[in-house]
């Protein structure tokens, strides 16, 4: 049935899309919220401002649904009683706040989803206590950075179990028939109260927009249900139907101005107006008229210790349901869990264990909780709205001032919705990886936008994140739109060749833009700055305090993978329009001069290749002449591998204007070819390989990725060499010195804001391309090419063996041990052995370089759910036990 819903919202026959997870988890403290003269958006809009004035952008709540275009928004609110304030939205430090970032301080997890939204579940620990806010606070902000995040569970808020397990359940009757189902279970000794208070509120656009009010009102109460109307002139009516629910209270989504600006408020009712009534008991505070634009029903449950009480709602745009908690209520809830249940089966029909079926069954729900509606108009953003106060003379020249043009009002897949609310152009090609999986029409529709012309730049330019549109991030979106493609074409039996060409157009303009942008000297040596790599430099890669540039190895390696994944989609595309040959061609010449570039000698006899370390690095050129390599071993050095293809033989030999073009350039420009694996050789089935390693290269580099010494660690590779444990590499220029050390979990230092990690950690994204690399390059060597595994082990596998044992180590951070401890979670109590916690998945930014722990941002399955991928492939391939 899940199948069938996707065809259906495919083929526009209904649009099961309408309505899904799209709320932000956090809203506040982001850019477009931001109108300060000085850009410092966590202070300008912060968590305690969030419950009293209106957001622009967005809305925010906990395991909430909005429309498409979030114009109408539900989501539980809570309060145990003895709370500041009413639970309204999860609880986090802000960049400065956090002694390594910012950081949600809240404990949820993302148990169940579907691609249309059929069924969805939402786990939510709230402890029956006073939630430590103050505390959390204090003692981060006291903290160091060489000490770790201090964290809810350390307080001890959940000591004797007491806190309740809110579970909320989402399954669709229709498209716009919404059953909800909210379970609260006491883990606690002893009985305990709890104010559940589900609500209905519509996203305020009347404020800044010429738009009519929407209402809320209601139009029916009896004892055991009560029916609100919500009726918006775009959007249509819906009926909220409510079972059993005691006060019903209404107040405006209006920012309450007398305590956020101190001037007297235009609306008699205003956001905080609920919270005022059911902490205060000020009924002043709600419209005893049953009117307004943000509304609660309020429930107060008393909850034996381990016992469970559930409260039942509705949401529909259908009108008189004569029972709309009738005796079918909980049997659509039983079949949309049968149908996901199937629809997973049938996504993975291989052998799994339960505890293997979980991850990954985890791994797609966390990622399709984090779509969210993603409303950002630069335009009038950066001249501020007619009915509000004028903005500073100097927004207007500053963050994203050259961005204009950019609008969006479309749900996107999110990096993390607390930590990273904002969509980031290099996860998001990632994100789409596991996305095909499971909705491929999604996936495709997500890298189409990031190239249409309201996103990307008139020059080129792909947009990188909100709190900076023009910085430079990795060029990987050829690289998903073709695995994407590939991914539907063997899920579908037949290609998408429209959204390949769709996108394909738009990238030749990226890629002229990095040509032009980003290769100062026009040598085919790429800089980029940070790339996404954070703090993985000496310094600072995009502002160089020594002045000059740096030849990046990873830049230049990133734009060779560029041309190569576009000659790859330009073969794909041949076929059908010999024209593309030509194109192919084109980017097979590009490839060899930037793969020439990079394993030439330079001047001075200093180039990114190191004959004697085996290994490439960065070189920084100073503009007075002088050069040096930064001879740091980190992953900047094992980028290179990604540039990697192989040609099939029935490609080949079915492109003959495309052959030619290259036996005449491989004739005429030996010299370009010497160095690098340029097709001259047969490999496996006569395939051809282009690379920016030969044989020996790859094998050098090898020698040291697989090193446990220096990279290879029990559960991937990690992103800094393990050898500068203890004896930092330093850089001395000038008189000044620049260290870099092993730093395996947070970062000790302050670079790029210091909530990421590359001098140690492991990361997902790098080391899935790593395996895919190493899998092409076993397409080609075959069997009878094997490295040694680990270094000095004495032990040899083909690269196919590596890239599966590489993957066994990613997938097994998540794994229980014999123990029953996942490494994930490493000392952490509670999440190792509770069988209330135990289960339920983390999936972070970044794990330990040593003991694989869990790290940075806690939901960040956009990148990290690729181990569904990897489960997928290691299941179909080999199996697991």
Known sequence: ???????????????????????????????????????????????????????????DGIAGISDQRQFLCFAPVFWNGVDPFLKERLYGLSGKEGNHGEDVKEYYFHLDNTPTHSYMKFLYKYPQKAFPYQELLEENLRRTRQEPEYELLDTGIFDEDRYFDITTEYAKNSPEDILIRISVTNRGPEEASIHLLPTLWFRNTWSWENTSRPSLKVISTHKNLSVIQAAHSKLGNYLLYCQGAGELLFTDNDTDTEKIFGVPNTSAYVKDGINEFVLSGRKSAVNPAQTGTKMSAHYILKIPAGDTKSIHLRLANVKNLKKPFGDNFDGIFEARLKEADAFYRKICPFKLSRPMRNIQRQAFSSLLWNKQFYHYDVENWLKGDPAQPATHQDRKAGRNSTWRHMYSEVVMSMPDKWEYPWFAAWDLAFHTIPLAIIDPEFAKEQLIRLTREWFMHPNGQIPAYEWNLSDVNPPVQAWAALRVYRIDMRKNGKGDKLFLERVFHKLLMNFNWWINQEDSDGNNIF???????????????????????????????????????MLAIALELAPEDPAYEDIASKFYVHFLYIAAAMNRIGPNGINMWDEADGFFYDILRLPDGRQFPLKVRSMVGILPLFAVETIEAKVWDALPNFKIRVEWFMQRRSDLT??????EMLGQKNRRLLSIVDRDKLKRVLQRVLDEVEFLSPHGVRSLSKYYEGKPYIFSLDNQTYEVDYDPAESSSGLFGGNS????????????????????????FGDHFKVEFPTRSGKFLNLWEVASELSHRMINIFVP???????MYGAVERLQNDPYWKDHLFFYEYFNGNNGAGLGASHQAGWTALVAKLIQQQAEYKGFS
């Not at 020594?546 to 041309?563: E, K, N, V």
């Not at 010497?674 to 097709?679: A, G, H, P, R």
């Open 1 to 59: 049935m899940e199948e069938k819903r996707l065809q259906q919202d495919k083929q526009k026959k209904a649009n099961w899309r309408q309505w899904g997870p799209y709320l932000a988890a956090r809203q506040w403290g982001n850019v477009r919220e931001d109108y300060s003269p000085d850009g410092e958006a966590w202070k300008y809009f912060t968590f305690d401002d969030a419950g009293k004035r209106a957001f622009r952008w967005g809305e």
């Open 817 to 823: 041990d014999a123990n029953g401890c996942r490494p």
């Open 527 to 565: 800089q980029g700055g940070f790339l996404g790599l954070d703090n993985i430099g000496v310094f600072n890669r995009t502002e160089l305090p020594t002045g000059g540039h740096i030849d990046q190895a990873d830049g230049t390696s990133w734009m060779a993978m560029y041309c190569l994944n």
């Open 674 to 679: 010497d160095n690098v694996t340029c097709m």
């Open 757 to 780: 990690n590359w001098r140690g950690p492991v990361w997902f994204p790098v080391n899935y391309l790593l395996i895919e690399s190493l899998q092409k390059f076993h397409y080609y």
